[in-house]
């Protein structure tokens, strides 16, 4: 064959060479995602719903919740309440059969909370706390002791960049999220034996309300994007992929560790140049 063909097949390809695609299969599952009404909850209650498994929302968006398709189970929870953390797992267990996976995604990060330690205020810092951490933690006491009687399962906790890395601004929010790694990682050590797995999953910027609120405090939205050195915000499929295989058998091997989905940013240096702006 000669070079000039195929130099122009090549040419042809530009831009348009096949990605690859991977298809789930969570059939018979039964799944219990935190804050799935909205943002990256919705887009992992969405991804499990479409491959195969049972999935409960809990969250206390009541209004968002009348819009969930019909696959997805809303349970009201709020996961500040220990007996709330309870009730949703116990009632999940009895009405679904088991708990396969459990995905600890509710937080918050309020507006007023971009400030200095000195000037927290006390009601943001105990919210914080009480949903972000706590949350976390009282989720995965009540889903751990159900997945350790079936000897299966697995649990991911969202964390964030910000676990990692840190700015100014997030004196409350980003330690909380280096604890959720850090949760993961125990709890992973703890229940290997027990046939369960525990990851933390750790996005850069996605487009969600809670960045939708904050994106004036991060000198808006093409700032922010343009940080991430693939130059966008991630979409909410993109961590609710990682979770689809983190969660798989595909999986099977990878327990007490972080998973960063986060355009690059976290292997991008305060000391590189900045891109361009757009
Ligand atoms: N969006 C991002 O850029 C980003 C980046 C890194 C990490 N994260 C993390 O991802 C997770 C989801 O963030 P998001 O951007 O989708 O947030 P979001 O604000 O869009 O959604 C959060 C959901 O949690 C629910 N929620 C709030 N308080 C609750 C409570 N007490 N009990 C139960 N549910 C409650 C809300 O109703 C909402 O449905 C969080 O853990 C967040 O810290 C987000």
């Keep these: ?5 195929i130099n122009d097949r090549a040419k042809s390809n530009v831009g348009n060479r096949p990605l690859g695609t991977v298809r789930y299969d969570h059939s018979g599952r039964v799944v219990l995602v935190t804050g799935g009404c909205n943002g990256i909850g919705r887009a992992i209650c969405d ?21 969930l398709p019909a696959g997805i189970h809303f349970r009201k929870t709020d996961v500040a ?3 709330e953390c309870k009730s949703v797992v116990d009632e999940t ?45 009282f989720m995965a006491k009540y889903g ?9 399962g697995v649990v991911v906790n969202i964390a964030s960049g910000q676990a990692h890395r840190t700015s100014r601004g997030v004196p409350v929010y980003g330690p909380i ?39 004036e405090q991060q000198g808006g939205e093409k700032e922010l994007a343009n940080r991430h050195p693939l130059g966008r915000l991630g979409k909410p499929e993109e961590i609710a992929h990682a979770v689809l295989w983190l969660t798989s058998s595909a999986a099977s091997f990878i327990t007490a560790t972080d998973l960063a989905v986060d355009g690059g940013l ?4 305060s000391f590189a140049d900045p891109y361009p702006k757009p």
Excluded at 114 to 122: C, G, K, M
């Design 47 to 67: 991804g499990f719903a479409s491959s195969g498994a049972t999935v409960v929302c809990a969250d206390v968006d009541i209004k968002i919740s009348k819009e």
């Design 144 to 152: 751990l002791k159900a997945m350790r009687q079936q000897r299966s």
């Design 1 to 5: 064959m000669s070079q000039q063909p």
């Design 93 to 137: 267990v009895a009405e679904f059969g088991g708990l396969d996976v459990l995905v600890n995604n509710a937080a918050i990060q309020p507006a007023s909370s971009y400030v200095r330690i000195e000037d927290v205020n006390r009601d943001d810092y105990d919210r914080m706390v009480a949903i972000n951490l706590t949350g976390f933690a």
């Design 177 to 215: 999220k280096a604890a959720n790694v850090l949760q993961a990682m125990q709890w992973g050590v703890e229940y290997a034996r027990d046939g369960i797995r525990v990851v933390s999953v750790s996005p850069g910027a996605i487009n969600t309300p809670l960045v939708q609120a904050i994106l």
């Design 81 to 83: 309440i220990e007996s």
């Design 266 to 269: 976290g292997g991008f240096g």
